[in-house]
């Protein structure tokens, strides 16, 4: 499958606890991106990391990529309520970009 | 404020209906995308554009479903006839991409189908 997995399916946590949701693929990328869709609405894009990166920080998240291992975590810090949310990651390949299971994320006040 | 526009937000058929749903990309963004989501099966790529020419369409079901860009401002995805199992929400998705490595996109709202 080019879908990456997410990893946990779901996750419960405290406010001001940190966030980390998993991303495993199977095939080479171009780059990978981390979207987050509210209840009901589209998604929206948060961070891009290329394949050539290891690391990159935007605001409360903190994103890596292991490509020897073909992985991706997302770290959110000090949680908000407004965090709460389902976290997509996105695989590029070859001009399209598919998306894996989601992570759903409750931040509990 | 630029936007990804799709109409209709909601819509209700009945089995066999044929159902057309439109996007109107961020002007100047040469990447469409439609995907289709449900509980099942997640976020579906059902096909992509760029510069309004169709480069895989290979996640539709041919025999019913079809997609187009009129022009650069109108994207469509039409069902004939539709089926209860093709209701989900459908996303329309634009970026601005110049090599293969397919940049930021931005959804719009869905449309939500429900066939009966």
């Known amino acids: 499958s080019q879908q990456g997995e997410e990893d946990p399916q779901a996750l419960s946590i405290q406010e001001g606890e940190n966030a980390t949701m998993n991303c495993s693929y199977k095939?080479?990328?171009?780059?990978l991106q981390w979207y987050r869709q509210n209840s009901g609405r589209g998604l929206v894009h948060l961070i891009l990391?290329?394949?050539?990166?290891r690391e990159k920080h935007s605001g409360r998240l903190r994103v890596t990529l292991d490509t020897s291992k073909k992985s991706s975590s997302l770290l959110i810090t000090a949680s908000r309520a407004a965090d709460t949310a389902s976290y997509f990651c996105a695989l590029s390949q070859n001009e399209k970009l598919t998306f894996g299971t989601g992570t759903r994320l409750t931040i509990i006040p | 404020d630029a936007r990804v526009t799709q109409t209709p937000r909601h819509k209700v058929t009945e089995m066999g209906q044929e159902v057309t749903m439109r996007c109107q990309p961020i002007l100047g963004h040469n990447t469409v995308f439609w995907y289709r989501q449900t509980m099942m099966q997640g976020l579906e790529l059902l096909a992509y554009?760029?510069?309004?020419?169709?480069?895989?369409d290979s996640g539709m079901p041919k025999d019913r479903f079809s997609a187009e860009m009129p022009d650069a401002t109108l994207a469509t995805l039409k069902i004939q006839p539709s089926e209860p199992r093709d209701s989900a929400v459908y996303f329309c998705?634009?970026?601005?991409?110049?090599?293969?490595?397919?940049?930021?996109?931005?959804f719009g709202e869905g449309s939500r189908l429900t066939v009966l």
């Open positions: 990391i290329r394949s050539n990166e």
């Open positions: 095939t080479s990328i171009n780059n």
């Open positions: 998705a634009s970026g601005l991409t110049r090599t293969v490595n397919t940049g930021e996109l931005f």
């Open positions: 554009f760029r510069n309004r020419a169709p480069l895989d």
